[in-house]
């Protein structure tokens, strides 16, 4: 066999050395996600998917002071009614009104199918502590509706609101209801409107 000129046995030997870091980096690079010159994705947060037309509402900023009992993330720091007596979960939901005789319920289904109750944990993690006006004092004369993650990791899958108007208690419709859903980093805030007694809407969230 013919030797190769000492020049030759170098550029085939940086060559060769080539091939074997491209082999053994090329997987770690598409791991990364940086061979194309990109940023790796940061980790995936827990991001409701809405499935219904209940209308977003965006009149927050980062600067705005925590409003209680509106049932809004007004300060956009993920947390919603944060130090206003409420217990928070990495997982909530909230429903508030102003009618002060109106008796609106918030209904959450988890995705086990089991209806959130109040007083009791469900096997989800999640409970209601609430129920308002309420014929007692836990209420305090402000109408909100608190489920939330009392223990455990949150659930992934899908998660069903139902507002539904049980009376008007006489006040005039439409009864205004704003809805704070936490899933996770991720804050969201609605409002429906109901208008007659055993009316109902429902917003569906995906984690």
Request: aromatic share 4%.
């Amino acid at each position: 066999m013919t030797a190769l000129p000492p020049f030759e046995r170098r550029a085939q030997s940086s060559s060769d050395l080539a091939g074997l870091l491209f082999a053994k980096l090329l997987p770690l690079c598409l791991l990364l996600a940086g061979c194309a010159g990109t940023r790796p994705r940061p980790a995936a947060t827990l991001a409701p998917d809405v499935s219904d037309g209940a209308p977003l509402t965006s009149a927050t900023t980062t600067s705005a002071p925590e409003v209680c009992a509106n049932a809004v993330d007004d300060n956009q720091n993920g947390l919603i009614d944060e130090g206003c007596g409420l217990q928070l979960g990495v997982v909530q939901f909230l429903a508030g009104w102003s009618a002060a005789k109106a008796d609106v319920d918030l209904r959450v289904v988890d995705p086990n199918g089991e209806l959130i109750e109040v007083g009791r944990v469900s096997r989800s993690g999640l409970t209601k502590d609430r129920d308002c006006p309420g014929r007692g004092s836990e209420c305090q004369g402000k109408n909100l509706e608190n489920v939330y993650l009392a223990e455990g990791e949150p659930v992934k899958g899908e998660y069903r609101l139902r507002l539904r108007l049980e009376s008007l208690g006489g006040e005039s419709p439409p009864i205004r209801v704003r809805v704070g859903a936490r899933l996770g980093a991720v804050s969201r805030a609605y409002e429906v409107q109901l208008e007659t007694p055993e009316s109902e809407r429902e917003i569906r969230l995906k984690l």
